[in-house]
């Protein structure tokens, strides 16, 4: 027994709900940087933080870009249907 290889169990870190919904925000609001700003943030912690931290912020940019769109569609959609027999 005196030989045997000591043997400790590591627990891989992880985002918290509230962190992966921070990097979230950051994407939406900022967008490219948002996710830029993830990556340099966590680019020494573990691959699965990194990860997670970036997909997190990917999302929120995407979900960004769609609001976006969905934003102009509607404004662009009630200037027509006001003023569209005028233009």
Known sequence: MENEPM??????????G??????GALGF???LIGVLVAWLVNKDKAP????SAIVSSAVGMAIGI???????????AGIMATY???L
């Open 84 to 86: 569209g027999a005028y």
């Open 66 to 76: 769609v609001a976006w769109i969905a934003f102009y569609a509607v404004v662009f």
């Open 29 to 31: 609001f900022l967008m």
């Open 18 to 23: 509230g962190a992966k919904f921070g990097y």
């Open 48 to 51: 699965a933080v990194k990860k």
């Open 7 to 16: 043997q400790y169990q590591v627990e891989m870190p992880a985002l918290s």
